[in-house]
């Protein structure tokens, strides 16, 4: 079979490479188009365009699949720890016992933050959202930490640096904001638990560490580690590109994460679906609103550009919903009215036929909610989640040979050759 494509148009055929993924998946290579035939492609929101091959994540859209250097995600939220999630990312493959108790030491030894950071923190107004702070303080830690990233030894100490810390500065920013004392890591605990401790332990009410929250923040941050080449690690490798450190092209990450139609989704499914609870729980109301093509509202933690069946992780985080809150006995009206919604949704021809599923921020912040994270705390987890995917996105970028700054064309629409008008001559 051919492995090449060929372009017929104004009377000239072009032939491109076709590039074949381990997973039988099919690319034409256009890299050349511009300089053969004098045409390049245009695809708005890239859904038909591959801006680089990766080892990291494979994704099967229409049948649910999402796997970590070709782990199933299942099997890495049913046994793996989030640090070995992590470390299998960045290093494309599971540590053995000698190198996770390093990487764990590594972790531990760069938990804690210069403490004149602190000063930033507090100059922010107290109803900042924690992802502006985040994204601006992760961008801040280059000034404190300015270690070039020349060697693999330097490059290593700073991905792990960023990986500790990112904790420490997402728990000072909830602390700090309510005025609370800081908490500082605790070299006993293991990564999920010492955030949770940092987060709510106080010295009026010590946090007693409940295992099924540090669990359920385990799986949360699993499933959340990376997703190919999602909008945020698009903007991390994008800027990443330019050779810029890599707290400044994380911190990019952090800002398009934020957005309620990426990461930013997780808030706003909780704001919604309290809205719907305010309004007398009228779901059919929202899924009409949904459905108008005037009304700009979209259903959030619906519909998915790539996953064309349910999202794996949604699955998954709908399940721990429940037995989290079954477990502790308690009932949260918000999971009952997002239930209610999918059922009412999914009957609907539009959601049918436009294969709009829930995705991951669907059920995540019933299961954030029951851990006891702010609200608008929820896309930092989410962030927390990703740093690990946008890290070793980013260090597979710099160590690829074809990689090369990103610099899209684009058709000009505007006005032709214009001269001048004096200021005197204008109407
Ligand atoms: C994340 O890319 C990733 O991998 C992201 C992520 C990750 O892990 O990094 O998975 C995390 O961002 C999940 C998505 C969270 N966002 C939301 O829940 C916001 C609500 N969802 C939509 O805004 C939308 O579904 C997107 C942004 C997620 C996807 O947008 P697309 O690619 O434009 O969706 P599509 O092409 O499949 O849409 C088909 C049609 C379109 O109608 P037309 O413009 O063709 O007429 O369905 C419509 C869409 O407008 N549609 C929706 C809808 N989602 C799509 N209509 C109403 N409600 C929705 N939720």
Redesign the pocket.
């Known amino acids: 079979m051919s492995d090449y494509a060929t372009l017929t148009y104004d009377g000239n055929t072009y032939e491109f490479p076709v590039i074949t993924g381990s997973e039988g998946e099919k690319a034409i290579d256009i890299s050349t188009m511009r300089a053969k035939s004098g045409i390049i492609t245009m695809d708005y929101?890239f859904?038909s365009t591959g801006s680089c091959s990766s080892t990291i994540t494979f994704m099967n859209g229409e049948k649910g699949i999402l796997r970590y250097r070709g782990i199933p995600v299942e099997q890495l939220a049913e046994h793996a720890t989030f640090k070995e999630t992590a470390y299998l990312l960045i290093n494309g493959r599971l540590p053995n016992r000698k190198e996770l108790t390093r990487f764990s030491v590594m972790l531990n030894d760069h938990s804690l933050v210069h403490e004149d950071m602190q000063e930033f923190y507090k100059s922010f107004p107290r109803i900042s959202h924690p992802m502006g702070i985040l994204s601006s303080m992760v961008n801040a830690l280059r000034s404190f930490y300015p270690e070039l990233e020349k060697t693999d030894e330097e490059i290593n100490i700073t991905m792990t640096r960023l990986l500790s810390k990112i904790r420490t500065m997402a728990a000072m920013a909830y602390k700090i904001s309510r005025g609370h004392k800081l908490v500082y890591p605790r070299p006993d605990l293991n990564y999920c638990a010492n955030f949770l401790n940092m987060m709510f332990d106080s010295p009026v009410r010590p946090y007693d560490i409940d295992e099924d929250l540090v669990q359920a923040l385990r799986v949360f941050w699993i499933l959340?580690a990376d997703?190919?080449q999602?909008?945020?690690?698009t903007a991390v490798r994008v800027v990443g590109s330019g050779r810029v450190n890599l707290y400044a092209a994380i911190s990019a990450g952090i800002a398009a994460l934020w957005g309620?139609?990426?990461?930013g989704?997780n808030q706003?499914?909780i704001e919604m679906l309290s809205e719907i609870v305010r309004d007398g729980g009228k779901v059919q109301k929202v899924i009409e609103r949904?459905?108008d093509?005037n009304d700009p509202f979209?259903?959030?933690?619906?519909?998915?550009?790539?996953y064309k069946t349910y999202?794996p992780r949604g699955q998954i985080i709908k399940k721990m919903a429940d037995r989290l809150l079954e477990k502790r006995q308690v009932s949260d009206p918000l999971l009952d009215t997002a239930k209610e919604l999918e059922i009412a949704a999914r009957k609907d021809d539009y959601f049918i036929e436009?294969?709009?599923y829930p995705?991951?921020?669907?059920y995540s912040g019933i299961v954030l909610r029951s851990i006891g994270i702010p609200t608008n705390m929820f896309t930092v987890m989410f962030a927390i989640g990703?740093l690990p995917g946008w890290i070793s996105q980013w260090k597979e970028s710099i160590d690829d040979s074809n990689w090369k700054i990103t610099r899209p064309r684009q058709i000009y629409t505007g006005p032709t050759c214009t001269d001048y008008t004096p200021l005197d001559k204008r109407p």
């Open positions: 929101g859904s959340h997703h190919e999602n909008c945020s690690t309620p139609l990426h990461g989704a706003a499914v949904a459905k093509r979209r259903l959030f933690g619906f519909g998915h550009r790539v999202d436009n294969n709009l995705n991951v921020d669907f990703r």
